[in-house]
């Protein structure tokens, strides 16, 4: 863990990051003496892509959405 105060980590922001993203460092900036900020690598939460969502529902297809349509069948504006 890197402990620092205000003015050196505006100084130092570059190679404190860089601790942080290689070296997976915790970095905490004080003010007075007071830490008021940490700097870390983000938690990155899994995402489950396969998952269903229980707002969506299965939709059935009353036709065959491959027939040709007839002239007639078509709306008056595009004819």
């Given at each position: 863990?890197?402990?620092?105060?205000?003015h050196?980590a505006?100084?130092?922001?570059?190679?404190?990051v860089?601790?942080?993203e290689d070296?997976?460092?915790i970095?905490?900036i004080?003010?007075h003496?007071k830490?008021?900020?940490?700097?870390?690598?983000p938690?990155?939460?899994?995402v489950n892509?396969?998952?269903?969502?229980?707002d969506?529902?299965?939709v059935?297809?009353?036709y065959?959405?491959v027939?040709?349509v007839?002239?007639d069948?078509?709306?008056?504006?595009c004819?």
């Amino acid at each position: 863990m890197i402990s620092v105060n205000m003015h050196e980590a505006k100084t130092r922001l570059s190679e404190l990051v860089k601790a942080v993203e290689d070296k997976n460092e915790i970095v905490i900036i004080c003010r007075h003496g007071k830490p008021v900020a940490r700097l870390t690598r983000p938690v990155v939460a899994a995402v489950n892509r396969l998952r269903t969502y229980p707002d969506l529902k299965p939709v059935s297809i009353k036709y065959n959405p491959v027939e040709p349509v007839a002239e007639d069948e078509w709306p008056s504006e595009c004819r």
